[in-house]
Every structure is written in structure tokens, then in C-alpha cells.
Nanobody, 121 residues
Framework: QVQLVESGGGLVQPGGSLRLSCTAS????????MGWYRQAPGKQRASVAA???????NYTDLVKGRFTISRDNPKNTAYLDMNSLKVEDTAVYYC???????????????WGQGTQVTVSS
């Protein structure tokens, strides 16, 4: 089993910054990718950013140039630095990890509990 612990959400004014972190623990052989989705009230969950084991990143166009995802592989931790936040970034942010428990096992995706990010003046 793998558990994810998220932190870093909160209330910030437009133009402000926040940093989310996500740490995975458990019987992990390797983590292929980590990332975040977000879900705003009344909307579907949507991808925000992801990073692979080798550091390849991708972002939704809505956050490119404002958000940066990074990863500390030895710590099984990913970070999402969010700058120039907008009201429309308000959502619950869910971390996920795509991992395997052995070299021959299939990948499993585990989700975090979610953290609220509110951008408001």
C-alpha cells in the first residue's frame, strides 16, 4: 500500500503564491510519475501538471508560465510552485502518484486526500 500526504494549500490573494507538496510512502519500488489534478466547484477534475521519473514535465495551458512542478526522487516528494495565482485557480488540488511495487508489477495510481487552494481578495 502507498499513502500520499499533501500539504501547502490555503487562502491567498490574486497575484500571490503557494507551494504544494506531496510525499509518497509505502512499499514502492519505483515511481514513474507524480502530479496534480484540480477540481473546482461544479467542474470536472482536470490535470494541472505532471513530472516523470526522469524529470519530463507537462502542464495544462491554463497554468503554463505560472506553475512549476519539481520532484525530489529520493524523498518520493513532488512540489507544485504556484505563482501569479488567479481567482480561477481556486479548487481542490489532488496529488497522484503512478508507481510500481516490483520490477514486474503493473503500475498503480494512488491519489492524495486533496488540499484546498482559494484565491480571493
Amino acid at each position: 500500500q502507498v499513502q500520499l500526504v499533501e500539504s501547502g494549500g490555503g487562502l491567498v490573494q490574486p497575484g500571490g503564491s503557494l507551494r504544494l507538496s506531496c510525499t509518497a510512502s509505502g512499499t514502492i519500488f519505483s515511481i514513474y510519475a507524480m502530479g496534480w489534478y484540480r477540481q473546482a466547484p461544479g467542474k470536472q477534475r482536470a490535470s494541472v501538471a505532471a513530472i516523470t521519473l526522469c524529470g519530463k514535465t507537462n502542464y495544462t495551458d491554463l497554468v503554463k508560465g505560472r506553475f512549476t512542478i519539481s520532484r525530489d526522487n529520493p524523498k518520493n516528494t513532488a512540489y507544485l510552485d504556484m505563482n501569479s495565482l488567479k481567482v480561477e485557480d481556486t479548487a481542490v488540488y489532488y496529488c497522484y502518484v503512478d508507481w510500481i511495487s516490483s520490477p514486474i508489477s503493473q503500475g498503480v495510481i494512488t491519489w492524495g486526500q486533496g488540499t484546498q487552494v482559494t484565491v480571493s481578495s
